[in-house]
């Protein structure tokens, strides 16, 4: 069989094939270019999803008359010089294909008119036919780019496409990106002649929250915290969704790197992990996030469609996310979301003094008690007297002030916005938690030698790894010992995990190690047994409570750490607001 150079066309078809999936990939090229053109307004009309007509029109810098050939043509870019460009790339679109291979599968029409240019000019161009057609035209500063008729010269690319319906929610997805990169820049969404789209620039904090709220919703912005982080060069901000707003997939998920959107393992296994004992299982993170870093530290060149990334200190870069997202969650106490609350309906919510330790000490004093008091035996709680307490100083406190004990299961309290209900054992379980976290980390890790050491098998990956990170092994409170090429002996464990599975412990660590350069799953482990430490600790289901019973547990829920959820990533608590209980008695209707 010879080897045969290939035509211009049918290598631009073959590229075509690498960047143009569908009409949503065509429209991320598009806007990409418009966005390092300068420009502040995008208009997108789409027509049957795209297939038919994606006009893409901008008020950037526009393209002079003399380059307007070899737009279309391949490996053609004015944002890449040398190497030196392409090891610190800052501009979304560089590669140079995408204009020639959008061109070789549609009906092509390229107009621009540079800024205080005398003309705009027009080239066309259509699939297989290599002629490129230059014409005056009339048209204001900017670029305009029209495809007819995705895929109308490859049948069997066209046939793959989805509904219209389908490749539209893809290509809405594609614009919803592209706003929440870009705060300073207007755009414009059309379908079918009908306006989905219409965000104006947001150059505030508050109309960039609307931004986000009109593409991620408004329940997400009420139920998500504002994150803003700068360390060692690398800067973190954006928007993070409380546990209690978790999702049953990863739909409401977007990580921008220097404004470029991107999908990255070090990353999302970051986020993950600062999610980790808040969230319930098989439940998703929502969040919007923005990294800043020097371009030359990370390399956008490794995937045709620049979804990937690569760092050149992931460890960093893994351990700065975690850290600031990990905190951040910590520092949310029900004042904040009970705040959030408030602001949601219209009310004021003045944040309330918190209580001294000695208050809380006092009260907490019933917990050590092995009767169990009624509610007549605790002296003068009448109606009247828990009525008049409650009106008087409701407002004192984010989660209010203990009415009831509802079925021995849960607490009914109520606080300036409405009512609150608390799971007892779960708000315990986690005051519990945080407390032996908190004891664990000033103790450090102990380590456990082995009666009897166990002997695991490794591969060569996984040896040269564990000779690598045998450090890092050490800080875990593990002790390994190199017996051959492929067997290492391990001596010594942290104390609470010596009746685990050890050898699997040693393998998920090194997996951990191979992949992220850092593992979590010793803490993780560590942790597990915490959680269950403190269920068994807290107070059971059944158990009678009277009132500064109740009030103690909702001052302590208060002021600890994630306290909006248990070690197992159930809610603690739920607010009803004086809005939902209108709802459900139609009240205002």
Not at 212 to 236: N, P, Q, S, Y
Not at 257 to 262: D, Y
Not at 330 to 338: M, R
Not at 418 to 427: E, F, K, R, T, W
């Amino acid at each position: 069989m010879c080897i045969k150079i290939l035509d211009q066309q049918l290598a631009n078809q073959i590229a075509a094939g690498e960047v143009v999936e569908r009409p949503a990939s065509v429209v991320k090229e598009l806007i990409e270019n418009s966005l390092d053109a300068g420009s502040t307004q995008i208009n997108v009309d789409i027509k049957k999803g795209g297939v038919q007509l994606i006009r893409v029109r901008d008020n950037g810098s526009g393209i002079a008359k003399e380059d307007l050939l070899l737009a279309l043509s391949r490996h053609a870019t004015s944002k890449i010089r040398s190497l030196d460009d392409l090891e610190n790339v800052v501009s979304l679109g560089f590669r140079g294909e995408a204009l020639a291979s959008i061109a070789s599968v549609s009906r092509l029409q390229l107009s621009s008119k540079v800024n205080g240019g005398a003309a705009a000019w027009s080239v066309t161009a259509e699939g297989r036919d290599t002629e490129i057609k230059l014409a005056p035209i009339a048209h204001p500063n900017g670029t305009s780019l029209e495809i007819r008729d995705l895929f109308f010269n490859t049948p069997a690319r066209r046939k793959f496409l989805r509904t219209e319906t389908t490749e539209f929610n893809h290509l809405q997805e594609v614009i919803n990106r592209a706003a929440l990169s870009r705060f300073d820049v207007a755009f414009s969404l059309k379908h079918n002649e009908k306006q989905i789209l219409n965000l104006a620039a947001a150059e505030n904090h508050q109309s960039q929250e609307k931004r986000v709220a009109a593409i991620c919703g408004k329940t997400f912005m009420e139920h998500a915290v504002h994150i803003a982080a700068e360390r060692d060069g690398l800067k973190l901000s954006g928007w993070i969704g409380l546990p209690t707003f978790s999702r049953s997939q990863m739909d409401l998920q977007y990580f921008y790197i220097n404004g470029r959107v991107i999908r990255d393992k070090v990353l999302g296994h970051a986020v993950r992990q600062a999610y980790h004992d808040v969230l319930y299982g098989g439940r998703f993170p929502a969040f919007v996030l923005y990294l800043e870093i020097d371009p030359q530290q990370v390399d956008v060149n490794v995937h045709p469609t620049k979804h990937e990334v690569r760092f050149r200190d992931s460890r960093q870069i893994h351990g700065f996310v975690f850290s600031v997202i990990s905190e951040a969650l910590a520092k949310v106490k029900p004042a904040d979301v009970v705040e959030n609350s408030a602001v949601a309906q219209n009310r004021v919510y003045e944040r309330p003094v918190a209580p001294t330790p000695m208050q809380v000490q006092e009260q907490m004093a019933f917990y050590g008690r092995s009767s169990k008091p009624s509610f007549a035996a605790t002296g003068n709680f009448s109606q009247a007297n828990v009525v008049n307490r409650v009106e008087e100083h409701a407002g004192d406190y984010p989660l209010g002030y203990a009415i009831a004990q509802i079925h021995g299961v849960y607490i009914l309290a109520q606080n300036k916005n409405g009512l609150i209900l608390v799971d007892m054992h779960a708000a315990h379980e986690r005051i519990t938690y945080e407390k032996l976290k908190l004891a664990h980390v000033k103790e450090g890790i102990k380590s456990q030698p082995l009666l009897v050491p166990i002997n695991v098998t490794l591969n060569s990956n996984e040896i040269k790894s564990a000779e690598k990170y045998q450090e890092v092994f050490a800080q875990l409170g593990i002790e390994l010992e190199f017996l051959s090429v492929d067997t290492v002996v391990i001596r010594s464990v942290p104390y609470l995990l010596k009746d685990g599975d050890v050898e699997q412990l040693i393998r998920d660590v090194i997996a951990d190690l191979i992949t992220h350069e850092r593992s979590t799953r010793v803490q993780e482990y560590i942790n597990e047994i915490l959680t269950t430490m403190a269920c068994h600790g807290s107070v059971r289901a059944n158990r009678k409570l009277v009132l500064p019973e109740m009030d103690a547990l909702l001052r302590e829920l208060e002021q600890t750490e994630r306290g909006g959820q248990c070690g197992h990533g159930r809610p603690t608590w739920v607010e009803l607001t004086l809005d939902d209980l209108d709802k459900l008695f139609l009240r205002g209707r």
